[in-house]
T-cell receptor
Framework: DGGITQSPKYLFRKEGQNVTLSCEQN?????MYWYRQDPGQGLRLIYY???????QKGDIAEGYSVSREKKESFPLTVTSAQKNPTAFYLC??????????????FGPGTRLTVL | GQQLNQSPQSMFIQEGEDVSMNCTSS?????WLWYKQDPGEGPVLLIA?????ELTSNGRLTAQFGITRKDSFLNISASIPSDVGIYFC??????????FGKGTRLHILP
């Protein structure tokens, strides 16, 4: 089955600790994305990557970091510099970023709670 | 950053009723996407629209790409309990950036 997996589903961390969220896709998609979702809000783009070894900041990149060493994987690190990290994090992928190839498919999400 | 104006924010309807929701913007979009999100899950793509005026159906769902390229509509006919969830619109701008609306939360009364 092709799809996007995120792990873990729930994550608890103490304030001041860095934490890395996993995102893997076997859809052979070039582009991958990380979004943050807060209650009653839409999706806000954190980082995106159009190709391996390249990534760009989204609208709310401060306090986050990413890497794209493999096509299948796009891990997100929430650093201690992120002021309010508790949120639902969604990873997505698409074949590309231009029209028709831009349909994004989402993983099941990781709910991060910082205590 | 820029966001789409999605309305209504929430809806309470009776099972069997039809539903309409829309997204508008001051910007022109090349693509409109409609997603549904169940609680605690990732959004699932329902319908993708690529041409102004395009009308596309997916079962009981119908979506349209507005002629002005600045809006889109989603209709659900004969709602059923599993339609409950949050519906998001997303538009792709000319610079390829995708913007999401804040969602319409659909509640169905028994």
């Amino acid at each position: 089955d092709g799809g996007i997996t995120q792990s873990p589903k729930y994550l608890f961390r103490k304030e001041g600790q860095n934490v890395t969220l996993s995102c893997e896709q076997n859809l052979n998609h070039d582009a991958m994305y990380w979004y943050r979702q807060d209650p009653g809000q839409g999706l806000r783009l954190i980082y995106y990557s159009q190709i391996v070894n390249d990534f760009q900041k989204g609208d709310i990149a401060e306090g986050y970091s990413v890497s794209r060493e493999k096509k299948e994987s796009f891990p997100l690190t929430v650093t201690s510099a992120q002021k309010n990290p508790t949120a639902f994090y969604l990873c997505a992928s698409s074949r590309g970023t231009t029209i028709i190839y831009n349909e994004q498919f989402f993983g099941p999400g990781t709910r991060l709670t910082v205590l | 950053g820029q966001q789409l104006n999605q309305s209504p924010q929430s809806m309470f309807i009776q099972e069997g009723e039809d539903v309409s929701m829309n997204c508008t913007s001051s910007s022109i979009f090349n693509t409109w996407l409609w997603y549904k999100q169940d609680p605690g899950e990732g959004p699932v793509l329902l319908i993708a629209l690529y041409k102004a005026g395009e009308l596309t159906s997916n079962g009981r769902l119908t979506a349209q790409f507005g002629i002005t390229r600045k809006d889109s509509f989603l209709n659900i006919s004969a709602s059923i309990p599993s339609d409950v969830g949050i519906y998001f619109c997303a538009g792709q701008r000319r610079d390829d950036k995708i913007i999401f609306g804040k969602g319409t939360r659909l509640h169905i009364l028994p």
